[in-house]
């Protein structure tokens, strides 16, 4: 049973670049959150999708974007990239429970992402 | 402000020492989670605790959830090198509109010398 993906494992960017991330969640989960985790800090919420619809979203500016795709798979998309977007970004994935409950969220190895 | 005060920061031991972690809030929280996260991986979940003085044991792990819902401690005993890692814990927390998200501590670095 393949636990949650991303692609890829790391990548480096200019600054005012463009990123995206790739995410395979967990099988059997229809649910994506993303996740930011700076050096010497927890992770933040980006945020979720299901249905292919963003569900709810952290303090993050319109430069973070996403997608999902009728598979459950979803990207981040990070825009007018900055030095402070330089970070480890994970994704965890879950089965959707509604907007006020969250069933355990799997954890993939993330994507370093360090913009010069 | 952080919802959630690690400690402490960073902790390096010898194997076999015994060791206790904190995660500390001002708010109430009606449960409480802990994560180990190793180099190169993503956050994996140790335990949650639901009940204000709820103690659970996993191997050698011993997590405590404080009386008022506060606060959780989580104890290693006879550490060993394996143990090495990022120990977060983590809260769910209410956004507008009824939503929830999940908001993580700093973290405690331990890494644990053979």
């Known amino acids: 049973d393949a636990g949650v993906t991303q692609s890829p494992t790391h990548l480096i960017k200019t600054r005012g670049q463009q990123v995206t991330l790739r995410c395979s969640p967990k099988?059997?989960?229809?649910?994506v959150s993303w996740y930011q985790q700076a050096l010497g800090q927890g992770p933040q919420f980006i945020f979720q999708?299901?249905?292919?619809?963003?569900?709810q979203r952290g303090n993050f500016p319109d430069r973070f974007s996403g997608h999902q795709f009728p598979n459950y798979s979803s990207e981040l998309n990070v825009n007018a990239l900055l030095l402070g977007d330089s970070a480890l970004y994970l994704c965890?994935?879950?089965?959707?429970?509604?907007?006020?409950?969250?069933?355990?969220?799997?954890f993939g190895p993330g994507t370093r992402l360090t913009v010069l | 402000t952080q919802l959630l005060e690690q400690s402490p920061q960073f902790l390096s031991i010898q194997e076999g020492e015994n060791l206790t972690v904190y995660c500390n809030s001002s708010s109430v929280f009606s449960s409480l989670q802990w994560y180990r996260q190793e180099p190169g991986e993503g956050p994996v979940l140790l335990v949650t605790v639901v009940t204000g003085g709820e103690v659970k044991k996993l191997k050698r792990l011993t997590f405590q959830f404080g009386d008022a819902r506060k606060d959780s401690s989580l104890h290693i005993t006879a550490a060993q090198p394996g143990d090495t890692g990022l120990y977060l814990c983590a809260v769910y927390y209410l956004l507008q509109g009824g939503s929830e998200k999940l908001v993580f501590g700093k973290g405690t670095k331990l890494t644990v010398n053979p």
């Open positions: 965890a994935s879950s089965t959707w429970a509604g907007l006020a409950v969250t069933n355990e969220q799997f």
């Open positions: 099988s059997g989960h229809d649910t």
């Open positions: 999708y299901y249905e292919e619809e963003e569900r």
